[in-house]
């Protein structure tokens, strides 16, 4: 990870994923920053409507509070706003990034969120 990155380490993971299967920071997507409350990291342009956040148990201590219920709120949210807000869990970025990236791209969400 660069020292000019202000994210975590998962949203890092996420962001060099993107890169790998041909998303561009600027032109596909704009990543903001770790979610705040109700707030969506990665928001795409290509594909349309769609956001990505990082959840899970690591991610969630490392921004130091519990966010299972605030993911929740926001996923509602999100959705009222014609956006399917996709959730990646910060072990499964761990374990296979590309992977799980190319499945949010497909608007499929396998995180403990539940699609």
């Known amino acids: 990870m660069p020292p000019s990155w202000t994210g975590t380490e998962p949203e890092w ?3 060099m994923a993107l890169n790998r299967v041909g998303k561009e920071a600027g032109r596909d997507f704009q990543y903001k920053g770790t979610a ?3 707030g969506i990291s990665f928001q795409f342009a290509s594909p349309p409507n769609l956001g990505i956040n990082v959840s ?3 991610q969630d201590y490392s921004a130091g509070v519990e966010r299972s219920g605030i993911n929740q709120i926001t996923k509602q949210q999100a959705l ?3 956006i399917h807000l ?3 869990d910060d072990v499964d970025l761990r374990q296979d990034a590309t992977y799980y990236v ?3 791209l497909k608007y499929r969400d396998h ?3 539940g699609g």
């Open 13 to 15: 993971l996420l962001f």
């Open 36 to 38: 705040p409350e109700g």
């Open 56 to 58: 899970g148990m690591m």
């Open 80 to 82: 009222g706003l014609g």
């Open 86 to 88: 996709i959730f990646i």
């Open 102 to 104: 190319e499945e949010a």
């Open 111 to 113: 995180s403990h969120m």
